[in-house]
């Protein structure tokens, strides 16, 4: 056991500092053609898809290096990249599952933004019961016709490409009839929908798609393994991140305690009342437990093992924090918390959130709402972690057997 | 970066569990709860054999040499155990603060007998306020012409009844001072304050101008408080090491009696209302072993963020394996509130621990110190 970075790791550390603080855009950014800009600077620096092979543009980085990147991005709170989903998902799914030509055809792509990528699962009868699909996908011999309608796509209204779960077999049990496929979003038969979420902005769409075209040679891996691509795919969001998401709540943290060291009640600073004082003690002790816990994903990650199972864990941990941060924090700031507009400079905060540009306490708050949803609900996570860490038994379900309908 | 145990930590937690697991069944503990002392000379003669006594003092003193990882990993496996005996009081209050503070001839005398398992020690901490900041000493010391006199009530002194010398805080003029005081010396006096972890022994502690020379001053006269904030940050960790084990206990108890527990036809287990409680449990667990082996590297290491480290893990694993150890009851149902069952052997434990050496409210105080400072 030794917690200190190695040499190396600190010089690396070093020199991303350094790049950050001569790159860093000056104006904030604004529209696609920014980001895109700005992804094409990290990726040119070597700071995107660091982990991929180099044979496909990426760059063979160990995971500490990655993390030390985003680490140091979260620090400088510089703007995220454009194209997440195709870097952290898409990406790695078409490296593990895809054809040599589809390797060729979509992985560049991918890391220079030239195509923006979105993750077709969800559907408004499939969320937790994501196997449940029903969009389906019908083989017409060179191609096939996909029609339904997805829900919960993150950049769905930028994305000219998708990773669609479509059911390809109706007679075989609900997990064993989906196929993966990639699918063109500039079509005509593929209709994109803005969601309005509570927090007032549009993160999400709905797409509906109508007798939309897929390419034969645009299905990912066999017909009918969809679900189990999908099980690696969503294992690819966790565990990656954790070091510079603790980073982002620390630099929050910093601007809540500055905030109660101006707010005054009883004639003193709420820094020195005894009941703010242990709700900030408690947020940190949280706070840092995460930023151990990061840790320890990194070594087994350094090591060259999937935590599997054990990313179930982090996620869960991560996002109920989040949430029980930000209603901490919602105590200690009162109304000052919910400004959307017209916060007083001290009351700010100067952080960027998960999506990119919205640094108000309030939408923080009012997102970490959703971490505890996304990517598998806190509910699901708990069922992973009970059947495949512990061991318990699964619970009788009507629909292990069985046709799909 | 590895935050992981190396080859030899994992066979050291290998070996005391499988000789803790012959020789401190739950028998042995219900045991030693009804007996007088409160612990075995057997077992503790083991561990002085097995070299767990002096594991982490020096070689010249009969020890192992290994830092507070180590220690914390033989200290998870006696929690997990609800090890009834003075190894914390003595190994950790008593030893680790003559090796923080002793002088050669303290420590010469001292710290190869703890080794040997031929003295045991014992530190008091905490007077009546129950607060832990050395600051707070209101026991006195006065000077005598070669020596110390010292007055007042310490309370929650573990396993005082058998130690053969007691770490004592106390306020000289000048400052506070730590001494080593014979309990069995005139002026001491003893009394049982018997909590719900039979398996663990408290006494309050009354010094009537009990003498002591001037040899018997641990560390710098007058200056003793940061001594003991390092003997307190230890502490805590240790203690949370042993909290750690004692929730592992729970839910591992849970999770193989949800498997085989049937009701409405089927292993309790096979419902969300007792799977995800296992599943919190577990993550609570595995984030305050997080907790614990960072501040025990951060210490053992001088890391700069030592401190804070500390106060971290015992603000959180305190509510943690409280947490975890009470869901264990509820998991189980009616037999968990049974005596009969061992469950309340680890809840207890946890439960102990606790308060001792700050509770999380304490810490949590101490965090934004550090973090606003």
Redo the contacts between chains.
């Keep these: 056991m030794d917690l200190n970075y190695t040499p190396e790791d600190v010089a690396f550390r070093k020199s991303v500092r350094a790049w950050l603080e001569h790159n860093l855009p000056r104006l904030p950014i604004r529209t696609l053609a920014d980001r895109r800009q700005w992804h094409r600077r990290l990726y040119e620096a070597g700071y995107l898809g660091m982990g991929w092979p180099r044979e496909y543009g990426g760059g063979g980085a160990r995971p500490m290096e990655q993390a030390i990147v985003a680490d140091e991005m979260a620090r400088a709170n510089a703007p995220a990249p454009t194209n997440g989903l195709g870097l952290g998902i898409v990406g790695p799914t078409v490296i593990v599952h895809g054809s040599d030509a589809q390797k060729e055809r979509y992985l560049k792509k991918i890391l220079t933004a030239e195509e923006l990528w979105c993750q077709l699962y969800s559907e408004p009868n499939a969320g937790s019961d994501l196997a449940a699909l029903k969009t389906a996908a019908v083989d017409q011999g060179d191609h096939f016709v996909v029609n339904g309608q997805k829900i919960w796509t993150s950049g769905g209204a930028n994305a000219d490409w998708g990773l669609l779960l479509a059911r390809t077999d109706t007679k075989v049990p609900k997990h064993k009839g989906i196929t993966c496929f990639l699918m063109s979003m500039r079509q005509p038969g593929v209709d994109v929908r803005p969601l309005k979420q509570i927090t007032g902005s549009s993160e999400f769409c709905e797409v509906f798609m109508t007798n939309a075209r897929v390419e034969k040679s645009d299905q990912v891996g066999k017909l009918g393994e969809g679900w189990a691509i999908a099980q690696t795919t969503l294992g690819y969001e966790r565990g990656g991140r954790s070091l510079a998401r603790v980073t982002t709540y620390a630099s929050q943290y910093h601007h809540l305690v500055n905030a109660t060291r101006r707010l005054k009640r009883h004639g003193r600073p709420l820094i020195d009342d005894p009941i703010v004082r242990q709700k900030l003690g408690r947020i940190w002790a949280e706070l840092e437990v995460e930023r151990y816990s990061a840790l320890r994903v990194l070594t087994l990650l350094e090591r060259g093992e999937h935590p599997g199972a054990g990313g179930s864990l982090t996620k869960l941990s991560y996002s109920e924090f989040e949430k029980r941060f930000m209603e901490l924090a919602q105590e200690i700031l009162g109304p000052y918390g919910q400004l959307t507009d017209g916060a007083p400079p001290e009351y700010q905060l100067q952080v960027d959130t998960a999506v990119g540009d919205h640094g108000t306490w309030a939408y923080a708050f009012l997102w970490s709402r959703a971490g505890t949803i996304y990517a598998g609900s806190s509910e699901i996570q708990k069922n992973v972690i009970g059947e495949r860490i512990l061991g318990l038994p699964k619970e009788t379900r009507a629909d292990r057997t069985g046709a799909t309908r | 970066?590895?935050?992981?145990?190396?080859d030899d930590?994992v066979l050291l937690r290998n070996s005391v569990r499988a000789a803790l697991d012959v020789q401190c069944t739950s028998a042995h503990v219900r045991a030693m709860m009804d007996d007088g002392t409160g612990y075995g000379e057997a077992l503790w003669g083991e561990m002085a054999k097995l070299g767990w006594l002096g594991l982490p003092f020096a070689e010249e003193y009969g020890g192992a040499g290994l830092g507070l990882?180590e220690l914390c990993l033989v200290l998870e496996e006696m929690g997990r155990a609800a090890y009834p005996g003075p190894y914390v009081s003595s190994v950790v209050l008593g030893g680790l603060g003559l090796v923080l503070g002793g002088t050669a001839a303290q420590k010469e005398r001292w710290l190869s007998a703890i080794a040997s398992g031929t003295a045991r020690l014992s530190a008091a901490l905490v007077e009546e306020s129950l607060d832990w900041d050395p600051a707070s000493t209101a026991t006195t010391a006065t000077r005598t012409a070669d020596g110390w006199r010292l007055s007042g009530v310490k309370r929650f002194v573990p396993w005082a009844h058998v130690a053969d010398a007691v770490l004592v805080p106390a306020r000289a003029p000048e400052g506070v001072s730590l001494f080593l005081v014979d309990p069995r010396a005139p002026g001491v006096s003893l009394a049982p304050m018997v909590g719900i972890d039979l398996a663990n022994r408290w006494s309050e502690m009354t010094l009537r101008d009990v003498v002591v020379t001037a040899d018997a001053v641990v560390g710098p006269p007058a200056g003793a408080g940061s001594l003991l904030e390092s003997l307190l940050r230890r502490a805590a960790v240790c203690a949370s090491a042993e909290m750690l084990g004692a929730a592992r206990r729970c839910l591992d108890m849970s999770?193989a009696y949800?498997?085989v527990r049937e009701q409405f036809g089927?292993?309790i287990?096979?419902?969300?209302a007792?799977?995800?409680k296992?599943?919190?449990m577990?993550?609570g667990v595995?984030?305050a072993h997080?907790?614990v082996?960072?501040a025990a590297?951060?210490l053992n290491?001088g890391?700069e963020d030592a401190a804070?480290?500390a106060?971290?893990c015992k603000?959180?694993v305190s509510e943690t394996a409280r947490r975890v150890c009470g869901e264990a009851i509820q998991a189980h149902g009616g037999i968990g509130f049974t005596w009969e069952y061992d469950l309340h052997l680890y809840f207890k434990r946890a439960k102990a621990l606790e308060p001792l050496f700050g509770d999380a409210?304490y810490?949590?105080?101490?965090?934004?110190r550090h973090?606003?400072a």
């Design positions: 970066m590895n935050f992981s145990f190396s930590q990882v999770v949800a498997k089927q292993p287990g096979s419902f969300q007792i799977r995800h296992c599943a919190e577990l993550l595995e984030n997080a907790a082996y960072y590297w951060a290491a890391a804070v480290a106060s971290v603000a959180y409210e810490h949590r105080e101490l965090i934004v973090v606003t």
